[in-house]
């Protein structure tokens, strides 16, 4: 299989699928596209129909959405673990999975992911607006719900691909110095610590495209 990814300072989209992979145990090469470049869509568009990435290539399937590939590679390659066992945590782990893929607007658009910046002072201004923080409220609760139930250390127990749709959540609240209750912050800190995250964040540092989301 190969994984077809942006840049890893910036691309969260591409961070969800290569994280459930890697935490699984699955195999894959990864073909890294850097955004915003001359030849950027010219480059995707050979693996990917839509134009977006990341993009999943398994012999002559194609899967191009960050869910789709997750699902994907859940029933063929990880025998169902990257779900909860129980139908009910399994149930809710999917809804607090479907919501970060296509909510949370304003989070996504006024602290956007970059790994390697520290920008605390524009995070102070972003939460002033109402919509950043409902979306960063509307998180804390999904989050505390799921570990209070689960009892951690992953949101529904063991690591499943809602934790791999939040982990760029993560970054941004490091990036932009959200403060979490205590819960929250040593479930972040558990995230960070990874070792796949360790290895994406190093990698994410390396890198030298400086892209502007302003």
Known sequence: MKLVIGNKNYSSWSLRPWLALKMAGIGFEEVRIALRQSDTRAKILR???????PCLVDGSLTVWDS???????NETHAKGRLWPADRAARATARAVTAEMHSGFAALRTHLSMDIRARKPARGAEAQRLAGVQADIERIVALWTAALDASGGPMLFGAFCIADAFYAP??????????DLPPLLAAYSERVLALPPMRDWVAAAQAETEELTYD
Request: aromatic share 16%; hydrophobic share 40%.
């Open 47 to 53: 693996y990917s129909p839509s134009g977006k990435l």
């Open 67 to 73: 869910l789709a590939i997750c699902e994907y590679v």
């Open 169 to 178: 959540v993560v970054t941004r609240f490091v990036t932009y110095g959200v």
